[in-house]
């Protein structure tokens, strides 16, 4: 019950669900425009980080620059996964998606001499003797730590320091994601999730506009992956399972599918409920121990999913109309 | 050549579990459009139902078998009757489906935790007895997996050819309207394929408790996406060729491990071998090993 009164632990459950915000963000750009069932987005997670965590250990690279190469390299496993599988039909292309991202789990798992392997990153070759990659930007953290504290005063710490880093990030790509959704790419994408032919008659290329979208979102989830490595400074393999691609389709039905603004609400909604079931101390919930009670989250994240998609498939702040394809 | 025999038979075996769950996704898939995702986790409520029942209580192995495969049986009615059927009537899109699955997935997987605990779980069987066949050292007990799936691999195959059943369930599974159309009695034929499913990944998920040794609540996940593989690789739907799909990949995933491709291929990256073969024959093949391409305008 501490952890509950504890300001840390709320900040740190308003910091991930900004990451969870971007990371569904890249989902909501294939999904909400152009109808793609991608079910391998953690890949670009795991994808950026580890990029990222290799090339600043093993390379000693700058971290910018290093976080860099980290966001494109995710986009370059989004053109793969599309330049493959793209023109699959629809279900095909959800299974090879999923996939996708645990062959990449697989592959970071058994390469132990460039991953780390199951041992995580802290195991990945180092020169320096030690594996760690947050130390240029602890220092930032800890600069923007001084510089809040006699404005939030107990609430500065490295996770509030983040916490601002990330959400800004998040409000600077819904931004322009609500911008793109007005331009003619958003438009043929939309026109391409209900009907290839009606595009394709018009002379555009579908193949090639669902493959930039599957780039753009996989390039704003491999900057959330950037973030989750920077936030927890350890990797492991097991952080990227399929259940977190799950975690951000969750966010995006909460935020009603279609809707870029209701991605961080969804976001709320989720890293509330994810974070909150830890705190259900009360009956039936205390008849469990709490090994079972760590089971009882997951299943809650089930019951959830399949109560929504039965009662309300537009999300908590959708529309209908979107949803329901006559 | 032992190792080639030795492998060949492992191929077999995978092979042969894989096609009987993939048959039961596919059959799912061609009847009702639903992806499973709570496949694997059929399979591994199948087998821990089986190993309560045998090793815990110790009833006979058989009985045991028998009730596992009831309640997996029981437990796709019930679903179809609580979700599926809802959904189907709300005429729910791909994603609704999808997500529902998943859901069902994570519950049933975390109440096999919650119910059995975690850890690992083991048959009564003594699976380091071998006997010796061209060289090759042969587990008993992965030969007796492999007769019995065979057979009811082949008990599978002729139901779904000559019984009135399984004609209807593939006249389905081909067009869903023309057979609604021409009298085919839907509810009828979804409820056969939850029963077929739930013999089917019952079965294969003891067969796999049994040649893997120890398993635990992860067993049927894991092999999920091979299945899945499997499934897409004899085109989707096909119940033949989700058994054809099934026994390629298992001798792939195996085969892939022998010294001569390249000094064999770590045993760990199989799935990554099983997702490589379905790659390849995608690209060459986009409609899967049986599919027939669909006409374009």
Redesign the interface.
């Known amino acids: 019950m501490t952890a509950f009164l504890q300001p840390g632990f709320w900040v740190f459950v308003v910091l991930m669900a900004g990451i969870y915000c971007i990371f569904a963000l890249g989902l909501q750009v294939q ?1 909400g425009l152009g109808g793609i ?1 991608n ?1 391998g987005h953690v890949a670009t997670m795991a994808l950026s980080s580890y990029t990222m965590a290799i090339l600043v250990i093993t390379y000693n690279w700058n971290l910018y620059l290093a976080c860099f190469v980290g966001v494109i390299m995710a986009g370059l496993g989004g053109a793969f996964l599309g330049l ?2 793209l ?2 039909r ?3 292309f ?3 998606s ?3 991202s ?2 990449i789990r ?2 970071i ?2 390469s132990d001499h460039l991953t780390g392997g199951s041992q995580g990153s802290l195991n990945i070759p180092s020169s320096k003797g030690y594996a760690s990659y947050t130390d240029s930007f602890n220092k930032v953290l800890m600069n923007i730590q001084d510089k809040i504290k006699p404005i939030v005063g107990s609430f500065a710490s490295r996770d509030m320091a983040l916490l601002l880093i990330v959400w800004l990030t998040a409000i600077i790509l819904l931004t322009i994601m609500s911008f793109i959704q007005k331009t003619s790419w958003a438009r043929v994408l939309r026109a391409t999730r209900e009907d290839d ?1 009606v595009p394709a008659s018009l002379g555009k290329n579908v193949f090639l506009f669902r493959l930039s979208s599957v780039i753009v979102g996989s390039v704003i989830g491999g900057i959330a992956g950037i973030y989750w490595a920077l936030e927890f400074s350890i990797l492991d393999p097991a952080d990227f399972q399929t ?1 977190v691609t ?1 975690f951000a ?2 966010v995006i ?1 909460l935020g009603g ?1 279609t809707r870029v603004k209701g991605v961080p609400l969804g976001a709320l909604f989720f890293g509330f409920l994810y974070a909150g079931t830890r705190f259900f101390q009360f009956p039936p919930f205390t008849w ?1 121990d709490s ?2 009670r760590a ?2 989250r ?2 809650i ?6 109560f ?3 009662k309300r ?1 537009q999300g908590i702040f959708g529309k209908r109309e979107e ?4 | 050549m032992a190792e080639f025999v030795q492998l060949l038979f492992n191929g077999l075996v995978t092979g042969s579990i894989l096609a009987m769950a993939a048959v039961g996704v596919s059959l799912v ?1 061609g009847v009702l459009r639903l ?1 499973n995702f709570a496949a694997g986790d059929f399979m591994t409520l199948g087998a821990f139902v089986a190993v309560f029942l045998s090793v815990s209580k110790g009833w006979p192995l058989i009985v045991a078998i028998l009730v596992a495969i009831v309640v997996i049986c029981v437990l796709g009615l019930a679903l179809d009757w609580l ?1 599926w059927k ?2 189907r009537e709300s ?6 489906l ?3 699955a ?6 049933l ?3 096999i ?2 119910i059995f605990s ?1 850890g690992s779980r083991k048959f009564a069987i003594n699976e380091t007895a071998t006997f010796s066949f061209l060289g090759a050292n042969i587990a008993t007990s992965q030969l007796i997996v492999l007769l019995l799936a065979s057979s009811a691999i082949i008990t599978l195959g002729l139901f779904m050819a000559k019984s009135t059943i399984g004609k209807d369930m593939r006249a389905f599974s081909d067009n869903a309207s023309l057979a609604a159309v021409s009298g085919i009695n839907v509810n009828k034929v979804v409820r056969y394929v939850w029963i077929i499913n739930g013999i089917l990944s019952a079965l294969a998920g003891i067969f796999q408790g049994m040649v893997q040794g120890r398993f635990d609540s992860t067993m049927g996940w894991t092999l999920l ?1 091979p299945i ?2 499997a ?2 690789l004899g085109t ?1 739907g096909d119940a033949y060729g989700a058994l054809l799909g099934g026994m390629v990949l298992g001798l792939v995933m195996e085969l892939s491990t022998w010294h001569i491709f390249f000094g064999g291929i ?1 045993g ?2 199989k ?2 071998v099983a ?1 490589a073969t ?2 390849i024959v ?2 060459v093949k ?1 409609e899967g090993l049986l599919g027939v391409k669909a006409r374009s ?1």
């Open positions: 999904y069932l079910f493959t599988t023109r699959l629809g279900d095909y959800s299974i090879v999923i996939a996708f645990e062959i697989y592959i798992h058994n032919d259940i799950f389709w969750m039905i599918a469990f090994v079972q089971y009882l997951i299943m994240i089930g019951f959830v999913l399949i929504l998609m039965l498939p949803m329901v394809l006559e | 898939y992806v979700l809802r959904l005429k729910a899109g791909t994603l609704a999808f997500l529902v998943t859901g069902v997935a994570l519950i997987r975390q109440s935790l919650m975690s996406l899945f593989a499934v897409v989707i770590p760990s990256y799935n990554v997702f379905l790659g995608l690209l986009p305008i």
